[in-house]
């Protein structure tokens, strides 16, 4: 099944756009967090989203489900790996599944966390963000997955019957379910070493000899996310329209930049959805 538009990211900017989509009739497949957007659940107050005073943003998150429940619009919870152009379509690739859409949307707000020395240096070569996609590429092999969250836990489970040494490093605090056959580090990484290839990773109180490394993080910075798209300051670059530079793929949010704020981010969204829209509608009539 191919989707008219998908829309990668669940907070303001996404769901704005969702609505905006399903307003005009449109198929949409929305990826992201039941959850909706941790950062909006953190805020204290939220004074400046105009009509909606004084919320806690636990209540302006709870507004915002409210209304795409209202409109029956679902949360895809699957963590996007790649989207790939095709030409006429986009590839989305899930973990061991690819959805495709005749116009993209990305709202994955921005990256916060950061890269450690090596990484960006190497992916590709030893590092990557998807275990159950690249599993195969360590058979027999030493690898270590450096996971900010619990997904991180059905990775590593996957890849430890592949694998001949899997390490759980994990970022976050919890019990892990995690095989036996795994071992968990509890240290935090600072720097992924190599020549060609990557061969170690380096931690504050130790070093692991690896072949590969996997960072599961909450989001993928957009220039690994989608190949070829243009950045400007370390965030997508877009026209007024929220066109990026590759056709039928338009983004909004805190992914293109400042200020980083809930109402701005609702009306990119909208922007983006309309806009998205018109290019489908034209694309049908030429």
């Known amino acids: 099944m191919r989707y ?19 307003v005009r009739n449109k198929n949409i497949i929305v990826f992201g967090s039941s959850n909706l957007s ?36 679902k949360i895809t919870e699957e963590r996007i790996n790649n989207v790939y152009a095709m030409g006429d379509y986009f590839a989305i690739m899930a973990n061991e599944k690819m959805y495709e859409a005749s116009a993209v949307i990305i709202a994955t707000g921005i990256e916060y966390t950061k890269p450690i020395k090596g990484e960006e240096e190497f992916v590709g ?41 899997v390490y759980y490093i994990p970022m976050y605090k919890s019990e892990y379910n995690i095989n036996e056959n795994i071992e968990i580090i509890k240290d935090v990484p600072l720097e992924v070493r190599g020549d060609i290839s990557i061969d170690s990773l380096v931690l504050k109180k130790s070093e692991l000899d ?5 960072f599961i993080k909450n989001s993928i910075s957009p220039k690994y996310l989608v190949p070829g798209l243009e950045l400007e300051y370390g965030h997508i670059k877009v026209d007024r329209n929220m066109q990026t530079n590759i056709k039928g793929c338009f983004a909004a949010g805190d992914c293109i930049g400042k200020p ?27």
């Open 210 to 214: 690896v072949d590969g490394i996997f």
């Open 125 to 165: 070569k030893g590092v990557g963000y998807c275990a159950t996609c690249d599993a195969s590429l360590y058979r027999g092999k030493k690898v270590a997955i450096v996971s900010y969250n619990s997904e991180g836990e059905e990775e590593a489970n996957f890849l430890v019957e592949i694998a001949s040494k």
């Open 4 to 22: 008219d538009i998908a829309i990668i990211g669940s907070g303001p900017a996404g769901l704005s756009a969702a609505i905006n989509a399903k």
């Open 38 to 73: 941790e950062k909006i659940t953190k805020a204290p107050s939220v004074d400046n989203y105009l009509g909606l005073y004084n919320l806690t943003g636990e209540e302006l998150k709870n507004v915002f489900k409210h209304h795409i429940e209202e409109m029956d619009i």
């Open 260 to 286: 980083y704020q809930y109402i701005k981010a609702a009306g990119e969204g909208q922007v983006a959805a309309l806009n998205a829209v018109s290019y489908l509608d034209n694309k049908k009539h030429s």
